[in-house]
C-alpha cells in the first residue's frame, strides 16, 4: 500500500508544481490531480534517473580511485519494466539498477508484513519486514506514531481522505505556469494505442518563485474557503474510526468544536499566510533567495489523462546547474533528475497474493553479519553485482592505519625498520589469534589468502601453512605486546604500507591490501 501511495504522492506533486488549478483545454486539472489518490490498484512500468554533469578538467586533478568512482556515480537509473500492485499492499516489481554502464536486474515482492528481494546473480534471496521497509511512508506517522499499526486499509483511507480536503483546496488557489498547453494525442500505453489528453508545462525557478505570492494572495482573498477547509478536517476527524483514533491520540475535545472554535482555526491560517505574504518581499530580496529561484532550475512534464482523468503517462525532468550549489567546492555543471511512468489496468484486479519466502533466503541481520569475503561468495563471479562490489566498490579491500603514538602503536628501531603490533594488525585484518604460552606461539587464519600461520615468540622463523619461512627479524615482545617484522608481516599477508607524518608530529602507518 504505501509504495503505490508514494508513487502516487509523487506524481500528484508533480502536477501541481508543474500544471497550477485553471483548466486548459478543456482538462480539469484540479480533479486530474484529485483522481491520482483514488487510484487503488494498477499495472505499470516507470524509471527514475539522475545524471550528474561533471567538469572534466576539475575531476581530471582528482587520484585515480577518485576519477573511478565518480565516474561510477554519474549515472544512476532506477528502471521498473512491470509493476503490479493492489488495495491489499501487495506488490511485484520487476526491474534493475543502473550505475553508468553496469546494470543489475532485480525483483521484488511485497504483501503487507513481508518483502523478498531477489537479485540477478545472487545465490539467495533476501527478506525483509514490509513494516520496517515501509516505516515513515504513511503521512503524519512520524507525528502520530500510532497510525503505522493500523491496517493498511484504514490508514490509507483516512490518509487519502485528508489529503484530498487539503490538495482539492491547495491546487484551486495555485496559478497556472506561464507555459502551460493541452491537445489530445494516441500514443501507446503497454503497446496499446490509447486515446489521452497531453497536457505539457514548463517552469523555472524563477517563474516559480514569482507564483509564491499569487498563491498566498489567492488564499487571503478565500477567508470563507478556509473556513470551509477546516470544518471538512474537522469532520474528517470527528469521522475516523474510534481505533484509529486511539491509535493516534484523539480524544473527544479534540473532535467537539464549536462554531467559535472553527471561525478561529480559520482566522489563525489566515493570519499564518498574511504572515507568510508580509515577509515575502522581504525574503524575495535576498541572496539566498535569489539563489534558490532562478533560471538555473527549469522543470519541465508531459502529463497524459485518459477520459476518466487518471494519468496514463507522464515525463518529467527538472534540471540544476551550477549555480544552485552555491559556493561548495563541487565540480558539477548541472544535475538532472527524469521521471518517466505509464499505466493501465486501473483499479482492475491484479491477481497478487500474500509472498512466498524461498527456504534459502537470508535476512537483513545476516546479510549485515557477513564479511565482505563471505558475501561476495554468495554471488556468482560473472554477475553485475558482483562486478559493482567486487571491482567497482572494491568492498573487499582493506585499509586501516596505525600510529606511533595512539591506539596500539607500531615500532621502529634506530636503523628505521618497522615492526607492528601483532593482536592489533590481525584485529585490523578481521583474523582472530591464539596464544599458547606454554610454547610461546602465536597462532592465527587468514582466509583471504588461505594461510595458516605459527610464530614463536624469539623466533625468526615462521610456520606458514606447515611449512618453515625465514623472518628478517624474529617476533618480540615489548611491554607484554607482541611485534613482528612490518616488511615480514604484511609481506606473506600480500599487504603493502607507506609510512606518512601525522598533523601533530607522530608517524602514521597507512597499511593496505588489494584483495
Known amino acids: 500500500m504505501k509504495s503505490r501511495g508514494l508513487g502516487m504522492a509523487l506524481v500528484a506533486l508533480l502536477i501541481i508544481v508543474l500544471v497550477g488549478c485553471q483548466a486548459v483545454g478543456g482538462v480539469n486539472l484540479n480533479e486530474m490531480l484529485t483522481k491520482q489518490l483514488d487510484v487503488r490498484s494498477s499495472a505499470g512500468s516507470g524509471s527514475l534517473e539522475v545524471q550528474l554533469n561533471w567538469d572534466e578538467e576539475a575531476i581530471a586533478a582528482e587520484d585515480e580511485e577518485t576519477q573511478r568512482l565518480i565516474k561510477l556515480f554519474s549515472r544512476i537509473k532506477l528502471q521498473l519494466d512491470q509493476v503490479r500492485s493492489d488495495e491489499k499492499g501487495n506488490m511485484n516489481a520487476s526491474g534493475?539498477?543502473?550505475l553508468n554502464d553496469r546494470t543489475i536486474p532485480f525483483a521484488l515482492q511485497i504483501d503487507p508484513t513481508t518483502a523478498v528481494l531477489t537479485v540477478e546473480g545472487a545465490k539467495r534471496p533476501l527478506v525483509l519486514d514490509a513494516a520496517e521497509l515501509q516505516a515513515g511512508a504513511i503521512p503524519g506517522e512520524d507525528l502520530?506514531?500510532?497510525?503505522?499499526?493500523?491496517?493498511?486499509?484504514?490508514a490509507e483511507q483516512a490518509v487519502r481522505d485528508a489529503v484530498k480536503q487539503v490538495a482539492s483546496f491547495v491546487v484551486g488557489h495555485l496559478p497556472n505556469p506561464p507555459k502551460i498547453q493541452a491537445e489530445a494525442v494516441q500514443v501507446p500505453i503497454n503497446g496499446t494505442p490509447t486515446d489521452l489528453m497531453k497536457v505539457h508545462a514548463e517552469l523555472n525557478g524563477k517563474e516559480l518563485g514569482e507564483l509564491i505570492p499569487v498563491f498566498l494572495d489567492s488564499v487571503l482573498s478565500d477567508g470563507q474557503g478556509v473556513k470551509s477547509l477546516i470544518e471538512k478536517l474537522a469532520a474528517w476527524v470527528s469521522d475516523l474510526p474510534q481505533d484509529l483514533k486511539d491509535a493516534i491520540g484523539?480524544?473527544?475535545?479534540?473532535?467537539?468544536?464549536?462554531?467559535?472554535?472553527l471561525t478561529d482555526a480559520a482566522q489563525t491560517v489566515m493570519d499564518g499566510v498574511k504572515?507568510?505574504?508580509?515577509?515575502?518581499e522581504e525574503a524575495s530580496s535576498e541572496e539566498d533567495w535569489q539563489q534558490a529561484f532562478n533560471e538555473a532550475l527549469t522543470f519541465k512534464g508531459d502529463f497524459y489523462a485518459d477520459k476518466s482523468l487518471h494519468v496514463r503517462k507522464s515525463d518529467v525532468e527538472i534540471a540544476l546547474d551550477a549555480s544552485l550549489f552555491g559556493e561548495e567546492d563541487i565540480p558539477l555543471k548541472s544535475l538532472v533528475i527524469r521521471t518517466s511512468q505509464e499505466a493501465w489496468n486501473i483499479n482492475e484486479d491484479q491477481g497478487l497474493g500474500e509472498v512466498k519466502v524461498p527456504a534459502n533466503a537470508m535476512d537483513v541481520e545476516e546479510l549485515a553479519a557477513m564479511k565482505p569475503r563471505k558475501l561476495l561468495g554468495q554471488l556468482s563471479a560473472n554477475s553485475a553485482v558482483y562486478g559493482l562490489l567486487k571491482n567497482d566498490l572494491q568492498i573487499?579491500?582493506?585499509?586501516f592505519t596505525l600510529s606511533s603514538e595512539w591506539g596500539v602503536p607500531f615500532a621502529s628501531d634506530d636503523d628505521g625498520n618497522l615492526y607492528l603490533p601483532v593482536k592489533e594488525t590481525m584485529r585490523e585484518f578481521g583474523?582472530?589469534?591464539a596464544f599458547d604460552a606454554a610454547r610461546k606461539q602465536i597462532r592465527f587464519y587468514d582466509e583471504p589468502t588461505i594461510q595458516e600461520f605459527v610464530l614463536t615468540l624469539g623466533s625468526d622463523q615462521a610456520l606458514v601453512n606447515g611449512e618453515t619461512v625465514q623472518l628478517q627479524s624474529p617476533v618480540a615482545r615489548l611491554g607484554g605486546v607482541s611485534y613482528m617484522s612490518a616488511d615480514d608481516l604484511l609481506g606473506m599477508l600480500h599487504a603493502t604500507y607507506t609510512l606518512t607524518d601525522g598533523y601533530d608530529g607522530e608517524q602514521l602507518l597507512e597499511v593496505k591490501r588489494d584483495l
Open 144 to 154: 502520530f506514531p500510532g497510525i503505522g499499526d493500523m491496517t493498511s486499509q484504514v
Open 431 to 433: 583474523n582472530p589469534i
Open 396 to 399: 573487499d579491500d582493506q585499509s
Open 275 to 280: 504572515e507568510l505574504r508580509d515577509e515575502y
Open 250 to 261: 484523539i480524544v473527544p475535545e479534540d473532535t467537539d468544536w464549536t462554531p467559535e472554535e
Open 96 to 98: 534493475s539498477l543502473s
